[in-house]
């Protein structure tokens, strides 16, 4: 066997032991072999799969890239980085932190069951069987929560609250709607009024109790337990929350030297930088360059705010179309599938950030989805809506993540990767000013934004580590975000809460975006004349997702 073929063995086998660790995943993805089954969250599973994971990187390490060609060295440099980023996270054993209404088990199964399907028959009965093992996926997470409090990890309270809220939004909807009963079945089966009803039957029967014991303990063993709001960082759990902390920077900036106190500078500096181009627009747009007034308009007119959650996405599907209609000729490589927008689900929408977005499955059996978040429209900006729409589409994650799971010739992990946050939010963000050259936005009021969006992120990079790093309260962390974005309070206090309770993810997206725009910078001064943004952008996208080092070395190549 050649070194190719030994490494997309390699490959092959990484990533079929990442889908039968995560099944729910991998039925996302199209790959419905693990249909029946469901995550198993216990202490012995992570053993095995870490077990598998370091015997993979010890083939992996063996194997000479010098017998490699260019595209394959980049393969064996990114499937070593996720074989190692992999043992890495669960050595510190993060299921038992994992109560929270972000990445929480309970947030993970209800946001990601209105996006799950049976193409077919047999797919149909296979999901019945894994809805059976729900109850026994939720009282495992209980177990590990137990475990993590008996090793000292008390969550923060408020991501415990919030949790609740959106356990009870669930409990208390009705029956019918539930997302578990009301997943799309196979075309014209008539064997289908029978399947849902048995999915009716195991919601009630399985699934709702698991989650009611779930809330219980939430309510009744971790709420009691928890860190308080002026001790929401992992800071306040001794050496070992610092510990979780670093390695949670490197995992989502792909920077293993990248510290929390040189991060917390660079987002200083970056809202420092920001100051001039507010003063610019402002004084266009709103008569003042005054960055103090430009975000008290920004916040208080009330004719900035929507009327009600229709306009919210009207105006959202008006940006992605026109961006669809654009993309062509800012990229040579452009995505098969298309981009379907849709509402947060009521249940989730009070504790869910402002959108997010689903990639289509490796089979393109349904298109990407972007969710966009109604929740008191009176409340939301106007002026958000365009640079969000931007960073979660087109040309943002929609584009890249769309375009990297069509790259054929690529092991399916560097297609579907779960890895590298830096790079996919980077590229989301990047693609936020990417917007402004293609002319997308309407008006200045539009470009405020685009400023407010990057302000935000911006705020991020100290908001992170001034609470996990350096113990702010949260109160400290909202201050400083009012202070510092012109983001509405309540979206404010929605993120910092995301922020405790996804500690480091925050970063990537600033870090990645600086990295992509350095990159870019680099070329365009080393190919003057020659700069071609098209190849720069395919360049960028045509490997994947990739961690910010292998980026260095791909931008090397042009």
Request: charged share 30%; aromatic share 8%; glycine share 6%.
């Amino acid at each position: 066997m050649d070194s190719h073929e030994e490494l997309t063995r390699l490959a092959d086998r990484y990533w079929d032991t990442r889908l039968e660790m995560s099944p729910t995943a991998a039925t996302m993805l199209g790959d419905h072999r693990f249909d029946d089954r469901i995550e198993d969250l216990s202490r012995a599973a992570d053993d095995r799969y870490l077990s598998a994971y370091r015997s993979l990187l010890g083939e992996v390490e063996a194997l000479d890239p010098a017998g490699l060609g260019a595209q394959d060295r980049i393969t064996r440099l990114l499937l070593h980085t996720e074989l190692s980023g992999t043992i890495d996270r669960l050595s510190w054993r993060p299921m038992e932190m994992a109560s929270d209404q972000m990445m929480g088990v309970h947030a993970e199964l209800l946001t990601v069951a209105p996006q799950i399907s049976a193409r077919e028959p047999e797919h149909a009965a296979a999901l019945v069987q894994r809805h059976r093992k729900i109850g026994t996926m939720l009282d495992q997470a209980v177990d590990r929560f137990r475990d993590g409090l008996a090793a000292g990890r008390a969550p923060a309270a408020i991501t415990i609250t919030r949790a609740l809220n959106q356990l009870d939004g669930y409990l208390n909807s009705d029956l019918s709607g539930d997302a578990f009963v009301t997943l799309e079945g196979p075309a014209d089966w008539d064997g289908e009024e029978a399947w849902r009803a048995e999915l009716a039957q195991v919601a009630a029967e399985v699934i709702r109790p698991g989650f009611r014991r779930y809330r219980a303990a939430l309510a009744e063993e971790l709420l009691p337990a928890a860190r308080p709001d002026d001790r929401a960082g992992l800071c306040w759990l001794g050496e070992d929350g610092a510990d979780i902390y670093r390695r949670l920077l490197h995992e989502h900036t792909t920077l293993p030297d990248l510290g929390a106190e040189e991060i917390h500078r660079t987002g200083l500096a970056e809202l420092e930088s920001l100051r001039a181009e507010y003063a610019e627009i402002g004084a266009r747009r709103l008569g003042t360059a005054d960055p103090a007034e430009i975000f008290a308009r920004l916040r208080e007119d009330r004719e900035l705010r929507y009327r009600d959650g229709d306009e919210i996405m009207a105006d959202a599907r008006g940006a992605l179309a026109a961006a669809t209609a654009e993309m062509k000729n800012w990229f040579g490589r452009l995505p098969r599938a298309g981009c379907d927008i849709v509402p947060v689900p009521e249940y989730l929408e009070a504790d869910s950030a402002t959108a997010y977005y689903f990639p289509p499955p490796a089979d393109n059996s349904r298109p990407g989805t972007y969710f966009v978040n109604r929740h008191q429209p009176t409340e939301q900006l106007r002026y958000e809506t365009a640079s969000v729409a931007y960073h979660e589409a087109i040309p943002g994650h929609h584009l890249q993540l769309a375009i990297a799971n069509e790259l054929d010739h690529l092991p399916r992990f560097q297609r579907h990767s779960f890895a590298n946050t830096a790079f996919v939010e980077g590229w989301a963000l990047y693609a936020e000013r990417l917007a402004d050259e293609m002319g997308l936005y309407a008006d200045d009021l539009d470009r405020l934004g685009m400023l407010a969006g990057d302000s935000w992120r911006s705020c991020r990079l100290v908001v992170d580590t001034g609470i996990h790093a350096m113990g702010w309260s949260r109160q400290q962390a909202v201050d400083f975000m009012i202070a510092n974005a012109p983001v509405g309070e309540n979206h404010i206090r929605v993120e910092v809460d995301r922020y405790i309770a996804m500690p480091g993810q925050a970063v990537a997206y600033k870090v990645g975006q600086i990295e992509i725009r350095s990159r870019r910078t680099e070329l365009e001064q080393r190919r003057g004349d020659a700069f071609d943004l098209k190849a720069f952008h395919d360049v960028v996208l045509g490997s994947g997702s990739v961690s910010l080092p292998v980026l260095r070395e791909l931008v090397a190549t042009l």
